[in-house]
């Protein structure tokens, strides 16, 4: 006779008090967690660069999920970095897929999880199944084997962690890379002075729009508790879940080493990166209003890989930035319209921003 699947679940952490503190002079307290769990399955010993956000990204992802976990991770930094032989950061299952495969990989072992534990051959419950697959694979090269697991509601979270390059081959342009970014792949001279000429990809809202059964989430390394809950949520519900985040890349991207949480904050504030949940119940997008709405020049005088830009990148950019403000369903502030006037701008160099207060951990 067939053994039932009992699933496991996961209690969400605590969003309000400190933890939700968001202006500047409070932003620090956003990094006290005192609900943290205590393990980490991803643990040091790892080899990416100092800063590194897709490392922030792994060790958040695998707290939240804690030790009853089996991840797959397709090749890029987070194999290349994390796996070299016997010395591994994981005290949880882990396994390597070619670059295509994370989503088939998956579907494999959530199938075989099933099979084994209804058989009796596995004691159960059935494990957190996670594959994590950077923006090359799961926005490129790997898009149809994901989609087709979303589309067939495997019980796993499909994770994109998106550093917006094929960071692991150097730092070569992905779709995700946004407009005017400079990659090894996409020069500026002078026939295009811009770098990548395209906007980015909309990954997240393909997958909600394509897959609407599927729980879908963006998150960034600025907002742990928003992505460990989501990394809960998704793991919680049964069937497929797909969540995008945004991990800044230290070496692609050249900034302060120190800066890459401050990023995933910036990012948002600066309306380049809606953060968002969709319900698959209600098919409705629920959108994270930020307290502060910044100009693009914020984000983009943070990073060298911006360096070149000339005042109508800058525009161009605030223009796009205004129009997700918009599909969030927020206001325009008058400045910030004012920007879509390259006018307005310097070249980006010339440019300045308010560094910050370090809002990031260890502050
Ligand atoms: C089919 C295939 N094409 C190309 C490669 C070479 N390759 C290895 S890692 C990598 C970069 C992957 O980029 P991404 O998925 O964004 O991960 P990241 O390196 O940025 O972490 C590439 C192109 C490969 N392994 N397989
Ligand atoms: S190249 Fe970028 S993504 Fe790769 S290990 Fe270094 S910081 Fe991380
Ligand atoms: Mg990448």
Known sequence: MAIEVTRQ????????????????QAGRDRHYLPDLPDEDPYQAGHRTCAGCGPAIEYRWVLKAAGQDTVVAGPTGCMYVANSTYLCTPYTVPWAHTPIASGGSFTSGMAAGYEAMIRKGRHPGPYPNIIVMAGDGSAADIGLGSISGALYRNHDALFICYDNECYANTGIQVSPTTPYAGLTTFTPFGKANTAGKQLPPKNLAKMMAEGHPHCYVA??????????????????????????????????GWVYQTSMTVELGRRVVEAGL?????????????????????RPVTDYLAMQGRFGHMLPEHVAATQRAANLNWQDMGMDVPAELREGEDPARHARLKEESYSMPLNRGIGA
């Open 9 to 24: 679940y996961l209690p969400l952490l605590e969003e309000e008090g400190r933890g939700a503190a968001a202006d500047d």
């Open 218 to 251: 963006t998150t960034t390394v600025g907002y742990p508790v928003d992505l460990m809950n989501k990394t809960r949520k998704g793991l919680n519900l049964r069937g497929a879940a797909f969540m995008h985040c945004y991990t800044p890349c230290q070496k």
């Open 273 to 293: 990166f809606p953060v968002w949940e969709y319900d698959p119940e209600e098919r409705t997008y629920h959108y994270f209003h930020p307290p502060v709405q």
